[in-house]
């Protein structure tokens, strides 16, 4: 998984959603944090889709337990299996040594790194938003930024700094999550953005503002993103 292109990835805390989601995603993103005995189930994974395993921090909207020591151990864990083709790690986490460590270790098992920011809040300003994501581009495979919305013109910061990062040479995954938000899912390809998510079943989105992932595939691929 090299993320020279774009990639929509089913978002699920369930590897039993794996084969309702082939006729429309490219990977799925396993929730380890929301799910039940996360390395039985990349144990027992024999789908086709490869992984991108995410162990979210709860200070970033995510429910994984223990120490950060104990999350990151479990997402290095996961990339003992062969399934698992990507990781997601905090920046937060990456600028300390033990996020540094479990990038280190991915790579040496050719999996590779997004390192992502997320923003329940609201948008950065641009440069801000900017830093970030040079910041996380430098630091992982893809620099993966998702922040929130309120009006339109965070929508459109959004994919001004997708089209900025993209011109300078960085791959990142962008999305304003919100309603005000939303539409950055389906656009933000057009501007560089290398990855979206969205869940099989709309009931079990796993971030604000998320289409199901048979519409957005849809909406995508109509607007020539994919």
Known sequence: MEFDSFVLAAATADLDDE?????HADAVEFRMDLADDPLD????????LPLVATNRDPA??????????????????ATDFAAVEAVDVELSSLRESAGA???ATARERDVRVVASVHDFEGTPPESRLD????????RGDVGKAAVTATDPGDALTVLSATHAATARG???????????????????????SKIGYAPVDPTEATAPGQFDLA???????RLGGR
């Open 60 to 77: 970033e909207g995510g429910e994984a337990d223990g120490t950060e020591e104990e999350r990151l151990g479990a997402l290095t864990a």
């Open 41 to 48: 189930a990349l144990a027992a994974y024999d789908g086709d």
């Open 19 to 23: 084969p309702a989601a082939r006729p």
């Open 131 to 138: 830093d970030l994501l040079a910041d996380a581009a430098a």
């Open 170 to 192: 960085d791959r990142v995954a962008t999305m304003a999550m919100g309603e005000a938000g939303r539409h950055t899912r389906a656009v933000a390809p057009l501007y560089g």
């Open 215 to 221: 519409t957005l595939s849809t909406l995508i691929e």
């Open 101 to 103: 460590a479990a990038a």
